[in-house]
């Protein structure tokens, strides 16, 4: 076991999940407030989406959110299954 001191004072990000399918809708709120924001994209998945808030330092808030909500996906299929995997 290392005995080396652990700055554990700094926050790398703050993650925000906001209603499905509202990324664009809450990244524009805080364009609004003057904040500087990255569109991120669509997650490999196809489950989830996200944009990133920038801060000082490299710190960043996290947008992110569900591309659809669970009852877009047909029951019984694949994405459905994936779906109701991840909580909201």
Do not use: C, Q, W
């Amino acid at each position: 076991m290392s005995t080396a001191s652990v700055n554990t004072r700094t926050i790398d990000h703050i993650v925000h999940l906001t209603p499905p399918g509202t990324v664009e809708e809450v990244s524009e709120e805080f364009r609004k407030l003057g904040f500087t924001v990255l569109r991120g994209g669509t997650h490999a998945d196809g489950l989830t989406a996200n944009a990133l808030v920038v801060l000082k330092e490299g710190t960043y808030i996290e947008l992110i959110s569900f591309t659809h909500p669970v009852s877009y996906y047909p029951l019984g299929s694949a994405e459905r299954t994936a779906r109701e995997a991840h909580r909201e």
